[in-house]
């Protein structure tokens, strides 16, 4: 979207979700463990997610690896919008392309993650692909 070059970004891992969804789960262990079980096992999931999956800022695409493997390529062009939900203690990264809407957990570093936004896919760049069909 822009011309200058960027610079490749590699996100670093942040593990503070499923930290917290583990903090989340420890009353309800002690409440009924069949409760806390099933969310125990979700954030050590989020946590070896967060362990082995990479998002890199290039300057047309973010692209998603894990280990060395690109598994996702997410062209610049053809977002629509971008949104980090709960700045306080963000939790969720959401975008729009064109044909599909992607949510994602913060497994990473979540102010590196709103600069490289804000660099790469600014959201005034999106105005003007708003089209009014009224």
């Not at 070896?48 to 690896?65: C, H």
């Not at 610049?76 to 939900?85: A, K, R, T």
Request: with cysteine.
């Amino acid at each position: 979207m822009q011309g200058t070059s960027l610079a490749t970004v590699r996100l670093q891992p942040s593990f503070a979700v499923p930290l917290g969804v583990l903090l989340l789960s420890l009353p309800l262990w002690w409440l009924r463990w069949w409760l806390g079980l099933p969310l125990s096992l979700f954030a050590i999931f989020l946590a070896v997610q967060a362990a082995t999956l990479r998002l890199e800022f290039t300057a047309t695409a973010l692209d998603v690896y894990r280990g060395s493997q690109q598994i996702r390529h997410f062209p610049y062009q053809q977002w629509q919008h971008w949104e980090v939900f709960w700045p306080a203690f963000p939790v969720l990264f959401y975008f729009r392309e064109v044909k599909n809407i992607h949510f994602l957990p913060i497994l990473f570093d979540a102010k590196t993650l709103v600069q490289c936004l804000q660099e790469r896919c600014p959201r005034t760049a999106f105005i003007s692909t708003v089209r009014n069909d009224g």
